[in-house]
């Protein structure tokens, strides 16, 4: 048996030799071992002018599986290195829903050259499919899929798949429809194989069928492939028509674009849908500075409360070391609970009735948390603050303690609340809860806490008032 681990079993200058030499056979033996994915990642790493060489030596059905797999800017090179004759062969070897995703990525010379060479059923699809919103299982589905009749045989309906499988994305889900494309029901391969030749398909199918509108949310549709462990997904319109499926690639692709989108915004950066050695140092720039500049603008609400209490810290110096400690403790208990209800959010498992739900858990676990770092912080200000490094006078190792582990516990209940609050509050309102991850709630918990602390301050320490 093979290695199935070996990726890439050649180099770059083998490549060029075997090239050089024309040995093309042994060249395409080589590439015939490993996977699409791998090939097109060989290609990306090759000199532009080698990967149309290497491309036409693959078989159709291959060579189209590694076109998909490859970045846009590599796709480009190819059509432009392609013949109409090779551009419309290798159409018909994609599916719908590829192609439609390739001319969304493309420049509009490239996509009139596509749509130019695609064939005029197939340009009519496509122009639909493009019209549906780009967050919508519509804009993902391929309309590529099995469609049988309830009164056909077992016999009759493996000669239909016969036919059509090899246009067919997915052929282990089929999907049984009327006379007006109304979906009634669905029946897997396994269970066509196992059941008589002469029984009919409406004895056999499933009629519970879970399936989607076209202007579903594709977040949602993901949730959905994720709960049922679907292979495919049928959408409808609201008429309860069947217009597409949507198959776990593609679901795959969704949660993947969500997760890194939902990074982003939590990290108080706007999304890029191209990799970071890709992306030009302006346009990371352009991602990074709005938030930057709106984060800049808020945090100055920090320096406004600091300023304003500038006499109590002056009466009492020694309140001003623990003013980082406190405010980064807070931001991270904010963000510990922001980021967990995110996901909640995001995975279907929270939704907005549930608030009351999850304010009283994250009551619970704050006054937990802050027991134990009050606690903590009391020993540590006592023996290392006082008794080894001496940084407070016997006075303040009194009270300075008091003030500090008082204003912690305050601080880590309210960052929980707002932590678990807002990006539900966000959902509810139509925003997008992961812009109200760290950044945001770390800056709103760091006014929080200053407050606070100087409130509680003034009430413990005479002459702070």
């Known amino acids: 048996m093979e290695d199935s681990t070996v990726t890439c079993p050649i180099s770059e200058k083998e490549a060029k030799e075997l090239i050089r030499e024309k040995k093309f056979s042994e060249l395409r033996g080589i590439l015939l071992r490993m996977y699409p994915a791998d090939i097109a990642e060989f290609f990306e790493q090759l000199d532009r002018e080698l990967c149309p060489i290497l491309y036409r030596i693959l078989p159709k059905e291959l060579a189209a599986e590694v076109f998909v797999e490859m970045d846009p800017d590599f796709q480009q090179i190819l059509i432009s290195a392609f013949s109409d004759y090779e551009l419309r062969q290798m159409l018909d070897e994609l599916y719908l829903d590829d192609t439609v995703d390739l001319i969304e990525e493309m420049p509009a010379n490239v996509v009139s050259r596509i749509l130019k060479n695609s064939s005029p ?22 309309t590529e899929y099995v469609s049988l009749k309830q009164d056909m045989t077992v016999d009759a309906a493996f000669e239909l798949i016969r036919r059509v499988a090899i246009d067919k994305e997915t052929i282990y889900n089929c999907y049984v429809t009327d006379a007006n494309r109304k979906l009634i029901g669905i029946i897997t391969a396994k269970t066509l194989m196992i059941s008589p030749r002469d029984t009919k398909i409406a004895d056999i199918m499933e009629h ?31 008429e309860n028509r069947m217009v597409g499926i949507i198959t776990v690639d593609d679901a795959i692709d969704v949660m993947h674009d969500e997760a890194e989108e939902d990074f982003a915004k939590m990290a108080a950066i706007t999304p890029s849908e191209t990799t970071y050695l890709k992306t030009s140092v302006f346009s990371i720039y352009k991602a990074r500075i709005p938030w930057l ?21 002056s009466a009492c110096i020694a309140l001003n070391a623990f003013i980082p400690m406190l405010m980064d403790t807070g931001g991270n208990s904010g963000s510990q609970a922001s980021v967990t209800v995110i996901r909640g959010l995001s995975l279907g498992e929270i939704s907005f009735s549930d608030i009351m739900r999850v304010v009283w858990k994250e009551a619970r676990v704050a006054i937990l948390c802050s027991v134990s770092l009050m606690a903590l912080t009391y020993l540590k200000i006592y023996l290392l603050d006082y008794l080894l490094l001496h940084s407070l006078t016997a006075d303040e190792a009194l009270i300075v303690p008091l003030v500090v582990c008082f204003t912690l516990g305050v601080t880590v209940i309210a960052a929980k609340l707002i932590g678990c609050t807002l990006p539900i509050l966000a959902k509810k309102i139509g925003f997008d809860p992961a812009v109200m991850a760290s950044p945001f709630i770390t800056t709103i918990v760091d006014a929080v806490s200053l407050i606070c602390y100087f409130a509680i301050a003034a009430s413990m320490i005479p002459g702070l008032a």
């Open 293 to 313: 500049m709106i984060l800049m603008i808020s945090a100055t609400f920090t320096g406004i409360i600091i300023s304003s209490f500038e006499a109590a810290l």
């Open 121 to 142: 059923e197939d340009r009519k699809t496509i122009n639909e499919l493009l019209q549906y919103p780009d967050d919508s299982a519509g804009s993902i589905m391929t």
């Open 208 to 238: 519970n069928v879970i399936s989607v509108r076209t202007l579903t949310d594709k977040e949602e549709v993901a949730i959905l492939f994720s709960k049922y462990s679907f292979l495919a997904l049928p959408v409808v319109d609201n």
